[in-house]
C-alpha cells in the first residue's frame, strides 16, 4: 500500500512566489526524503530529513517534519520558472522507499 | 561520468516479445533498484539488489526477472510483453546501512511502449 500522499497534486504559482507541497504518510519511519523529476526525465534528490529532526534547510529549499502527524512540507521560497517539475515524498518505514504519487509544481514566468 | 545509466532510452516492442534493460551505476554503490512509473507518475519499487543479492521482489509477475552480474550492474529482462507493461523503468542505486535508506540515485529512465 501506499506510504506517502502529496498535497497538492497539481499547484500553479508566479515566478518569486513560494511554493508549498505537503506530504503525509502512514507509519514510522526512520527518515523522509523528498525529490525531483523534470519531465522525461529520472528523479534527483533534493533532502533527506531524520525522524528525529523537525526541519532542515538546503538553499531555497525549507522541509519539516512533524512525527506526530505523520507529515512533512516542502516550501520552495522565491520559486523560479527552472522549479518547474513534479516532487515528491518518499518514506521509508516499510522496509523499502516507498514514494508518493507527487505535485506537479508550474512556474509561471 | 555518468552516475546511474540506462540503455536503451526508449524501446518500442510488439507484445509476446521478451526484452531486456540495462543499468549500470559507477557510484560504487552496494543496493541497486529497478522502479516502474506508470502513466500518473506514480513510482513502484519492483526489485531490490544488495550485493548481488535479490532482497526485495514485490509481487512482480515472474515475466520480469532482474540478473546482477556483478554490484555495478543490473539488468532487467521482460519475457512475453504485455500491453501493461508499458510504462518508464527507472534504474537506481544507494549506499544503504541497515533499515535507514540513503539518497537514491536515479537513472534516466527506460521508455517502454508495447503494441
Known amino acids: 500500500s501506499q506510504q506517502g500522499e502529496e498535497d497538492p497534486q497539481a499547484l500553479s504559482i508566479q515566478e518569486g512566489e513560494n511554493a508549498t507541497m505537503n506530504c503525509s504518510y502512514k507509519t514510522s519511519i526512520n527518515n523522509l526524503q523528498w525529490y525531483r523529476q523534470n519531465s522525461g526525465r529520472g528523479l534527483v534528490h533534493l533532502i533527506l530529513i531524520r525522524s528525529n529532526e523537525r526541519e532542515k534547510h538546503s538553499g531555497r529549499l525549507r522541509v519539516t517534519l512533524d512525527t506526530s502527524k505523520k507529515s512533512s512540507s516542502l516550501l520552495i521560497t522565491a520559486s523560479r520558472a527552472a522549479d518547474t517539475a513534479s516532487y515528491f515524498c518518499a518514506t521509508d518505514g516499510s522496509e523499502k522507499l516507498v514514494f508518493g504519487k507527487g505535485t506537479k509544481l508550474t512556474v509561471n514566468p | 561520468d555518468t552516475a546511474v545509466s540506462q540503455t536503451p532510452k526508449y524501446l518500442v516492442t510488439q507484445m509476446g516479445n521478451d526484452k531486456s534493460i540495462k543499468c549500470e551505476q559507477n557510484l560504487g554503490h552496494d543496493t541497486m533498484y529497478w522502479y516502474k512509473q506508470d502513466s500518473k507518475k506514480f513510482l513502484k519499487i519492483m526489485f531490490s539488489?544488495?550485493?548481488?543479492?535479490?532482497?526485495i521482489n514485490e509481487t512482480v509477475p515472474n515475466r520480469f526477472s532482474p540478473k546482477s552480474p556483478d554490484k555495478a550492474h543490473l539488468n532487467l529482462h521482460i519475457n512475453s510483453l504485455e500491453l501493461g507493461d508499458s510504462a518508464v523503468y527507472f534504474c537506481?542505486?544507494?549506499?544503504?546501512?541497515?533499515?535507514?535508506?540513503?539518497?537514491?540515485?536515479f537513472g534516466p529512465g527506460t521508455r517502454l511502449t508495447v503494441l
Open positions: 537506481a542505486s544507494s549506499q544503504d546501512q541497515g533499515n535507514s535508506y540513503n539518497e537514491q540515485f
Open positions: 539488489y544488495n550485493n548481488k543479492e535479490l532482497i
